[in-house]
């Protein structure tokens, strides 16, 4: 009776899954399996689609307007752009989120493709469903993701050629990232230099394309998004911050409190409640895991020696100031959490950026 009466209240609510077929698609690299229910919750056909766009739209024609239910990973955005193209309800699964899948004993790729369909049927916030951004934004997205593999692959290198050379009991002198190469080849023992050089040739010729990207970003910013300027307004978040932020949110009017952006991007404390028992854990890392690596860089930055006076650094000092087990850690993420809503406060309303804004004690203006 309470299962029926739950079916019930979703209809009233207008839940399009119930009035429609369901499709669970259990996305593979080479092939998808599916499973097709009925607007009374009976399967109606179980199978597998290749992983082409011609085979996917041919199936999808079988049962127009469907609502088809996909997990995401590395093909659904191209796949929910055209399922939604063609004028299906697409809902996307977090993978974070679905343990009834994930921790089932009998697990497989017909079953996930079965789960998926029934929990879309039946009630879509069990998905917590998620949205892809555009193909525009996901292509323009890639440049920062590739200029971030070339700073991880010079990263890896730089440390390579200290850890070498202190292993023969000298070091190279503390400088960037961008001019190691310079350092390496005035201070590299002479015995190392035929197994080292090729690296710092490889280092040099790193910081050239890393260079090439960032004016690119700069360009792409200046030219296709122009509410990055706005956010640039913040000493410590320059274009690559600015850019990735926009592309990854993509849309302001997603969030209708600029304080979800917290949460989006998992920079809000896990939770474990229970009487009166309320643990104090770490953030919950949902979400975009490099924009997230870049504002707490300028978190960082705001509260370093070059930091100039503003709200969010008395805040993030505040705290620090607090002492106790990992002070500064936490007030560093709580810096980047109260950034990324101030960014996305300014992006909204397109405001001029005041960083001692509000004199009532002090505080960061209210987010909307």
């Given amino acids: 009776m309470l299962k029926i009466n739950a079916v019930i209240m979703l209809q009233r609510r207008g839940e399009p899954a119930m009035n429609r077929v369901t499709i669970g698609m259990d996305l593979g690299d080479k092939k998808h399996v599916v499973c097709a229910l009925n607007t009374t919750g009976k399967t109606i056909e179980t199978g597998t689609v290749a992983n082409t766009k011609t085979a996917i739209g041919d199936y999808s024609k079988k049962y127009p307007g469907a609502t088809v239910v996909l997990e995401a990973g590395t093909h659904s955005p191209w796949i929910s752009r055209l399922l939604t193209e063609l004028g299906h309800h697409v809902l996307i699964g977090n993978p974070r989120k679905l343990r009834m899948?994930?921790?089932?004993?009998?697990?497989?790729?017909?079953?996930?493709?079965?789960?998926?369909?029934?929990?879309?049927?039946?009630?879509?916030?069990?998905?917590?469903?998620?949205?892809?951004?555009?193909?525009?934004?996901?292509?323009?997205?890639?440049?920062?993701?590739?200029?971030?593999?070339?700073?991880?692959?010079?990263?890896?290198?730089?440390?390579?050629?200290?850890?070498?050379?202190?292993?023969?009991?000298?070091?190279?002198?503390?400088?960037?990232?961008?001019?190691?190469?310079?350092?390496?080849?005035?201070?590299?023992?002479?015995?190392?230099?035929?197994?080292?050089?090729?690296?710092?040739?490889?280092?040099?010729?790193?910081?050239?394309?890393?260079?090439e990207y960032d004016k690119n970003i700069e360009k792409i910013s200046v030219e296709h998004y122009p509410e990055t300027a706005c956010l640039q307004q913040i000493t410590g978040v320059g274009p690559l911050t600015a850019l990735a932020f926009v592309l990854t949110l993509e849309d302001t009017d997603r969030f209708t409190s600029s304080r979800q952006v917290g949460p989006f991007l998992g920079l809000t404390p896990n939770r474990d409640q229970s009487g009166n028992l309320d643990k104090q854990l770490r953030i919950t890392k949902a979400g975009n895991g490099y924009l997230r690596k870049l504002l707490v860089g300028s978190a960082q930055y705001i509260l370093g020696p070059f930091g100039p006076d503003s709200n969010l650094q008395r805040f993030g000092l505040k705290l620090a100031e607090r002492g106790g087990k990992n002070a500064k850690r936490r007030a560093v993420v709580a810096v980047a959490r109260k950034l990324a809503i101030l960014m996305h406060r300014l992006w909204r309303t397109g405001e001029v950026y005041d960083p001692l804004y509000k004199p009532h004690h002090g505080a960061l203006p209210k987010a909307a």
């Fill in 101 to 211: 899948i994930w921790d089932s004993d009998n697990k497989s790729d017909s079953r996930d493709a079965e789960m998926l369909a029934r929990i879309g049927r039946f009630d879509p916030d069990l998905l917590s469903p998620l949205q892809h951004r555009g193909e525009k934004a996901q292509v323009d997205l890639a440049l920062v993701k590739a200029r971030d593999i070339l700073v991880k692959s010079r990263a890896s290198m730089v440390s390579f050629v200290r850890s070498i050379v202190k292993s023969l009991g000298q070091r190279i002198d503390a400088c960037s990232s961008a001019s190691f190469h310079k350092k390496a080849r005035e201070q590299m023992p002479e015995e190392l230099k035929t197994s080292l050089q090729p690296i710092v040739e490889t280092i040099e010729l790193l910081t050239m394309k890393i260079k």
